[in-house]
């Protein structure tokens, strides 16, 4: 329909030039009366020069965004703005105005506004400038080695969302102990995001009142032998909305060693905008990392930018010890089979304290048969991937702990030579992988990615583990002599982890 609106406008200013003559396009610096949330809008800026116009929105989230692929008809205005997320596909934004009044309409990622602005003095407008802050010149930031095997924990996020609070997180703390799974090795308790309140006088961010007090939280689950860590983002909004550490980096730094965390998940959000190039993400890292090495804590930093700018291959010189390889994981096989099968990183990019991150376990939050969370947990072990758990450990059926507490599996995933495993064979409804593990055996992962029952069979030696004298079934826990060959049936998206002697 606008669009409609835009061409008749456009044909009519064409056939007749008086038309267009009279009703002109919005010009000069206006600042919107409201705006939702996100994106918060707060100002507009349309520029003439030498005929050809051009426009700057500013939001509280992006910071300034150039309008693009501007358009011009009588008194209305099409463009769309990009905010630095590759997944979203720019929609067409329309301003019209008249003297007094302009008004914007549109949808931004899942937002759609209606909003006005009203003409603004040239202090109104500065006084909503977006506040830049400079980065650190290049330097390779020393990586403290606190995560030789990749990281077991807990995470609130996948389970929990924003709506996580103190007392959630001491029982997880709890039922880490009573459950078995501390003792299995996962011993973060990390607070992802929605912890955030706002910044006192002095600028030093406190937490919202679901968390009455972080350094306490801290201590009692450190009295419990646990770690704890939490999460902040390079630009002004998390990806909850919620306060992030730009323009805080070293204070927030500061604020969280004080609180004693011992884990960081820094994640791009809105700065996405702004850090849009390899260095500049780069930068914004290295500007965490070197604040975090400042405190003297020890610290491990997780870098949580998607992938983006083959992060493997510089995450170790910002200090990190891990990164995340893709978008988030969703609690369904597809896209917990797309990443890690087909998008968990380069191989070579990971290895003892610095770790490819395919994204926190889904294992025990209910979209998943057993059979495939036995698949997550064995390409997740297979491919050395950090152990996050995104359960609510306080409510677990049987067949979670015990995919959970597999210290079998979670040995293949913990072996301290750090080697990714890689498919040797894969074919439209299979996949064989091995892994070498630091005893010199291997470990198998043999894979149904079809979504009915199917037999894998096929010659130990073809797939590089010739000679294998013992093979033990680390889901059935079952042991057997090796004969040449092999033969497994498998159940719909199901896997079998073996270790080969
Ligand atoms: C991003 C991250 C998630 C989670 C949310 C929090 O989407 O990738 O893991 O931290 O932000 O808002």
Same mark, same amino acid.
Request: negative net charge; aromatic residues 10%.
């Given at each position: 329909?606008?669009?409609?609106?835009?061409?008749?406008?456009?044909?009519?200013?064409?056939?007749?030039? &008086?038309?267009? +003559?009279? %009703?002109?396009? /919005?010009?000069? *610096? @206006?600042?919107?009366?409201?705006?939702?949330?996100?994106?918060?809008?707060?100002?507009?800026?349309?520029?003439?020069?030498?005929?050809?116009?051009?426009?700057?929105?500013?939001?509280?989230?992006?910071?300034?965004?150039?309008?693009?692929?501007?358009?011009?008809?009588?008194?209305?205005?099409?463009?769309?703005?990009?905010?630095?997320?590759?997944?979203?596909?720019?929609?067409?934004?329309?301003?019209?105005?008249?003297?007094?009044?302009?008004?914007?309409?549109?949808?931004?990622?899942?937002?759609?506004?209606?909003?006005?602005?009203?003409?603004?003095?040239?202090?109104?407008?500065?006084?909503?400038?977006?506040?830049?802050?400079?980065?650190?010149?290049?330097?390779?930031? &020393?990586?403290? +080695?606190? %995560?030789?095997? /990749?990281?077991? *924990? @807990?995470?609130s996020?996948?389970?929990?969302?924003?709506?996580i609070?103190?007392?959630?997180v001491?029982?997880?703390?709890?039922?880490?102990?009573?459950?078995?799974?501390?003792?299995?090795?996962?011993?973060?308790v990390n607070i992802d995001?929605?912890w955030?309140?706002?910044?006192?006088?002095?600028?030093?961010?406190?937490?919202?009142?679901?968390?009455?007090?972080?350094?306490?939280?801290?201590?009692?689950?450190?009295?419990?032998?646990?770690?704890i860590g939490i999460y902040?983002?390079?630009?002004?909004?998390?990806?909850?909305?919620?306060?992030?550490?730009?323009?805080?980096?070293?204070?927030?730094?500061?604020?969280?060693?004080?609180?004693?965390?011992?884990?960081?998940?820094?994640?791009?959000?809105?700065?996405?905008?702004?850090?849009?190039?390899?260095?500049?993400?780069?930068?914004?890292?290295?500007?965490?990392?070197?604040?975090?090495?400042?405190?003297?804590?020890?610290?491990?930093?997780?870098?949580?930018?998607?992938?983006?700018?083959?992060?493997?291959?510089?995450?170790?010189?910002?200090?990190?010890?891990?990164?995340?390889?893709?978008?988030?994981?969703?609690?369904?096989?597809?896209?917990?089979?797309?990443?890690?099968?087909?998008?968990?990183?380069?191989?070579?990019?990971?290895?003892?304290?610095?770790?490819?991150?395919?994204?926190?376990?889904?294992?025990?939050?209910?979209?998943?048969?057993?059979?495939?969370?036995?698949?997550?947990?064995?390409?997740?072990?297979?491919?050395?991937?950090?152990?996050?758990?995104?359960?609510?450990?306080?409510?677990?059926?049987?067949?979670?702990?015990?995919?959970?507490?597999?210290?079998?599996?979670?040995?293949?995933?913990?072996?301290?030579?750090?080697?990714?495993?890689?498919?040797?064979?894969?074919?439209?409804?299979?996949?064989?992988?091995?892994?070498?593990?630091?005893?010199?055996?291997?470990?198998?992962?043999?894979?149904?990615?079809?979504?009915?029952?199917?037999?894998?069979?096929?010659?130990?030696?073809?797939?590089?583990?010739?000679?294998?004298?013992?093979?033990?079934?680390?889901?059935?826990?079952?042991?057997?002599?090796?004969?040449?060959?092999?033969?497994?049936?498998?159940?719909?998206?199901?896997?079998?982890?073996?270790?080969?002697?």
């Open positions: 329909m606008r669009k409609r609106f835009l061409s008749l406008t456009l044909a009519l200013s064409v056939l007749f030039p &008086a038309y267009g +003559a009279k %009703a002109k396009p /919005p010009e000069g *610096g @206006w600042v919107f009366d409201g705006s939702p949330d996100y994106p918060d809008f707060t100002r507009v800026v349309i520029n003439r020069t030498s005929g050809t116009l051009s426009g700057v929105i500013t939001s509280r989230w992006y910071g300034d965004l150039p309008m693009q692929d501007l358009r011009a008809a009588g008194d209305t205005l099409v463009f769309k703005i990009n905010n630095g997320n590759p997944r979203l596909t720019p929609s067409d934004i329309v301003i019209t105005a008249d003297d007094k009044v302009l008004r914007m309409k549109g949808t931004l990622w899942y937002q759609s506004f209606d909003i006005t602005a009203h003409k603004a003095t040239k202090t109104e407008l500065k006084a909503l400038d977006f506040p830049t802050y400079p980065l650190p010149p290049y330097r390779v930031v &020393a990586q403290k +080695a606190l %995560a030789l095997t /990749p990281p077991m *924990g @807990w995470n996020w996948n389970r929990f969302n924003t709506e609070d103190d007392k959630t001491r029982e997880i703390a709890d039922a880490l102990v009573s459950s078995g799974l501390k003792d299995a090795g996962y011993v973060y995001d929605g955030q309140g706002k910044r006192d006088a002095n600028g030093v961010l406190q937490p919202n009142a679901k968390f009455p007090d972080m350094k306490a939280l801290a201590d009692y689950v450190h009295s419990k032998g646990l770690k902040s983002s390079q630009g002004p909004k998390t990806c909850g909305g919620f306060e992030g550490s730009y323009g805080h980096v070293e204070q927030d730094a500061k604020t969280f060693a004080e609180w004693g965390m011992d884990y960081l998940k820094y994640d791009l959000c809105s700065g996405e905008a702004f850090y849009h190039t390899r260095e500049t993400v780069y930068a914004s890292y290295q500007q965490m990392g070197e604040a975090l090495a400042a405190t003297g804590h020890d610290i491990v930093f997780s870098l949580c930018q998607y992938g983006r700018f083959d992060v493997g291959s510089w995450g170790r010189d910002v200090g990190g010890h891990l990164w995340r390889t893709t978008g988030d994981i969703e609690d369904n096989y597809a896209r917990m089979a797309w990443i890690g099968f087909d998008a968990s990183g380069k191989p070579n990019h990971t290895g003892p304290n610095g770790w490819n991150d395919p994204d926190m376990l889904e294992v025990g939050n209910g979209g998943m048969t057993t059979d495939e969370y036995k698949t997550h947990m064995s390409l997740w072990a297979l491919m050395a991937a950090p152990l996050l758990l995104g359960n609510d450990v306080r409510t677990m059926t049987p067949d979670t702990v015990a995919i959970l507490t597999n210290r079998d599996v979670i040995a293949v995933d913990q072996d301290t030579a750090g080697v990714q495993g890689l498919p040797v064979k894969k074919d439209a409804t299979h996949e064989i992988w091995t892994k070498k593990l630091s005893d010199g055996a291997t470990a198998v992962g043999l894979f149904n990615r079809s979504d009915k029952p199917i037999t894998i069979t096929g010659s130990w030696s073809e797939i590089g583990v010739g000679g294998a004298k013992e093979v033990r079934d680390l889901w059935a826990h079952t042991q057997a002599h090796a004969e040449t060959d092999y033969s497994y049936t498998l159940p719909a998206h199901g896997a079998a982890l073996l270790k080969v002697h």
